[in-house]
């Protein structure tokens, strides 16, 4: 295995990314390909994880560059995982906004993760555009 660099999204880098969403059950973003798209062309930060030329994670965040910065999805190649990439990921997005708070939400899976990082528990919600119209 190469070294592990991360860089700046591309447009080209976007099959790859629906390719992990599917793979990982994220039928949201997998499916609304163009509004996923858009959300990418329009997030910053927008960071990949490469093997090479191959993706094998990525953040993507939003923020005001100040206060907040937001982790929308970060996810890593299964076969990938436990290598450090995820931290990797987070440090290098907050490396360009050095004076946030990171925030995220976890999924039952990945708190215990985040909570041995040292991130604290904070309570969210969520409604999908769907949900909102009803």
Not at 125 to 134: C, L, Y
Request: hydrophobic content about 35%; some cysteine.
């Amino acid at each position: 295995m190469e070294t592990i660099f991360i860089r700046s999204f591309q447009e080209s880098d976007f099959s790859a990314v629906q390719e992990m969403n599917e793979k990982e059950g994220w039928h949201g973003l997998a499916g609304r390909k163009q509004d996923t798209l858009y959300s990418w062309i329009n997030s910053e930060p927008a960071l990949i994880a490469a093997d090479g030329d191959q993706v094998v994670g990525y953040l993507r965040g939003l923020t005001d560059g100040l206060v907040t910065l937001y982790v929308c999805e970060v996810l890593i190649k299964e076969e990938y995982r436990n290598q450090g990439i995820c931290e990797q990921l987070i440090n290098a997005a907050h490396e360009c906004y050095p004076r946030t708070r990171v925030e995220m939400l976890a999924t039952g899976d990945s708190q215990e993760y985040y909570t041995k990082k040292g991130y604290r528990p904070f309570y969210g919600f969520r409604k999908s555009a769907e949900e909102v119209k009803a």
